[in-house]
């Protein structure tokens, strides 16, 4: 008989710290969500323009930087809240997804805090924000 208790017991204590990991996952997810608004934008005169916001005004600073361009764009930004305009003469021919927007945030309360996103032309909607801890 405690053969079958120990194992049963063991998978309700699992499944209950799993549903405890996933929960705090996606509540960490939604403080990040509400607190940083990011946005890269495309436009046809050859630039994109990358907007952050810190709603909480506790970033100390931003690295910004722009994967898969000829020579690579990176810059660290102090505040919480800048525009940053940065030429594009060349759009991808593979698709924006070559080129994500990432954003290394050192943040008071928060501590360092990542943020990829995807340029969108102008008009077009947004791509999701995808929010982790580096």
Do not use: R
């Amino acid at each position: 008989m405690a053969k079958k208790i120990i194992p049963i017991i063991s998978i309700v204590v699992i499944s209950i710290l799993g549903l405890f990991f996933l929960s705090d996952s996606s509540s960490n997810k939604d403080v990040l969500k509400s607190t940083f608004e990011i946005d890269a934008t495309y436009y046809d005169a050859g630039y994109v323009q990358i907007s952050y916001l810190d709603k909480t005004n506790q970033t100390n600073h931003v690295v910004l930087e722009i994967l898969g361009m000829d020579e690579s764009f990176q810059k660290t930004l102090s505040g919480s809240e800048f525009v940053e305009t940065v030429p594009f003469p060349n759009i991808s021919k593979y698709g924006w997804q070559v080129n994500p927007v990432t954003f290394l945030i050192d943040h008071k309360e928060l501590g360092k805090v990542s943020l990829k996103t995807e340029i969108h032309p102008y008009g077009e909607p947004a791509p999701p924000i995808i929010y982790g801890n580096p």
